[in-house]
């Protein structure tokens, strides 16, 4: 990676993640009917969608995202939940940078510290908050409208014990899919739990 083409410093080509095509499609049904369908049914808990300017020069900063903060505060809220609450996480990272960002902007450590979750593992499979279990958009590919089923298809397999065993989350209960799109102008956190 360090030595790959560089696109626009510091970010070289494979901070980036590649355009794909793709499908991905989920089955929604009132909660009270889920188990008609499935043995392990995934509740959704909490769901917002906030939104921000499309210019970038127009944003309070390039460091954060407006959207990404409020659609969080309103997801948490909704389910009931605090951070500590969460056990693992699949968030949009389109950008090495993004990921860090997206982190920080949903209140999972300070501004500026996000870099410390990868280096003490917290962030990895046996830390206390996996992120993108799956390898996210740099690994699986960004198939732009299909990106958020994704993410939420990773949130089921791994809250269902269904994940492969390296990077099955032990013991998941909660887990939070961050989608955004036009470069953070709009953002969707979901909260899903295991059904009871």
């Not at 626009?8 to 080509?13: E, H, K, Q, S, V």
């Not at 089955?27 to 769901?47: F, H």
């Not at 993410?151 to 990077?167: D, N, S």
Request: charged content about 20%; hydrophobic content about 40%.
């Amino acid at each position: 990676m360090i030595n790959s083409t560089l696109v626009a410093d510091p970010l070289r080509l494979l901070d980036c993640s590649p355009i794909t095509d793709g499908a991905a499609t989920a089955v929604l049904v009132p909660a009270e009917k889920a188990r008609q369908y499935t043995d392990t049914p995934i509740i959704i808990s909490g769901i917002a969608q906030a939104s921000d300017t499309l210019t970038l020069f127009n944003r309070r900063s390039l460091c954060s995202v407006d959207a990404t903060i409020e659609a969080g505060k309103q997801a948490f809220k909704q389910a009931k939940i605090t951070h500590e609450d969460v056990d693992l996480a699949e968030v949009h990272d389109c950008f090495t940078i993004a990921e860090l960002i997206t982190l920080e902007d949903l209140g999972f450590c300070n501004k500026g510290e996000a870099a410390k979750l990868y280096e003490e593992g917290e962030v990895w499979v046996g830390g206390s908050l996996p992120v993108n279990t799956d390898g996210g958009l740099k690994s699986a590919g960004h198939p732009v409208g299909a990106t958020g089923i994704k993410q939420v298809i990773e949130i089921v397999h791994q809250l269902r014990g269904e994940a492969p065993e390296a990077v099955q989350v032990k013991g998941a209960d909660i887990g939070i899919a961050h989608n955004m799109g036009g470069s953070g102008a709009t953002v969707v956190v979901t909260v899903l739990k295991r059904g009871d």
